[in-house]
């Protein structure tokens, strides 16, 4: 009878236990429900006040848009708003002589049928446009024109017509681009004058400002300095590499001109009948005395 009494409060007391289990796991569930509500409402909030934060800024850039466009309205002697400062004539007048330059070399280009340039190679073997040959062609092409008597068998004389048109008024087109070319080369010239002047002042100032030790100007100094120190290379100083085809080119003209002293020895290295290997030493000095060019040439066999 006693053990059947101690199962039963066995029983009751795990029964018991269970139920409270059960309260509590109820509790924890519906604490977490309120704090994830609580997290919801929390997460709403920051989004409205995000929402009204960019509302607020998009509220002060439509004020200062507002103001912008009010002040637009307002203009100029000239007529421009007076929120734009008003144009530059000679900023104006290069963007369009730029613009119209290169619309010009596009058609010019595409009229004649080329964009290429002649080498160098290929402008000397050119006769060379000369007033004397100009003087020259215009007064063949009257004498032709005048006496037909005297041309030469199935020579074209319309055709050396229009040559001798495209000739006068390619000259005429020359001889203007080059007085453009002198006016915008003079323009050039003097707007880099003044702004090597103003880079100066302003070089200036970062030397006074690096020798009072002015925290963040030497870095700044030495940016600017770089451009004062290159080191050209001496006449009498030998070179640390072999010169170069156009090098030995130009001090062989001024050796034989008499426009620079030295001299220059090739050596024939392997000698053949053509071909081999050659070693030029070449010590060209410019000219400090008259005297006479000495050019020697060895070759060892």
Known sequence: MSQKIVKKATVGSQSAKRNAKKSTSKAQSAE???????????????????????????????CALNSVLCRSNEQHADGTPASIPPPNPVMAALITAITAVENGLTQFSTAIGTDEFLTGRERKRLIGV?????????????????????????????????????????????????????????????TCDVAFRDALRIYGNLRELNRGRVPGADVLFQQLRQYFTLRR?????????????????????????????????????????????????????????????????????
């Open 130 to 190: 000369r007033s004397r040959n100009y003087g020259f062609i215009n007064k063949s092409f009257e004498i032709a024109y005048d006496h037909p008597d005297f041309v030469p068998p199935l020579f074209d004389l319309n055709g050396m017509a229009t040559t001798v048109g495209i000739l006068a008024k390619s000259r005429m087109l020359t001889e203007l681009l080059g007085r453009f070319y002198r006016l915008v080369d003079d323009l050039h010239l003097t």
């Open 32 to 62: 977490s429900k309120a704090q994830s509500a609580e997290s919801k409402v929390q997460s709403v909030e920051s989004r409205i006040e995000h929402h009204l934060a960019e509302l607020s800024s998009l509220n002060s850039e439509l």
């Open 233 to 301: 290379r001496r006449p009498d100083e030998e070179e640390s590499t072999p010169p170069t085809q156009h090098q030995l080119e130009l001090d062989f003209e001024r050796l034989t001109h008499g426009k620079a002293d030295g001299e220059m020895t090739v050596k024939h290295v392997s000698p053949h009948v053509t071909g081999g290997l050659h070693e030029v030493v070449d010590d060209v000095r410019p000219r400090r005395s008259r005297g006479s060019a000495e050019i020697k040439v060895q070759s060892e066999e």
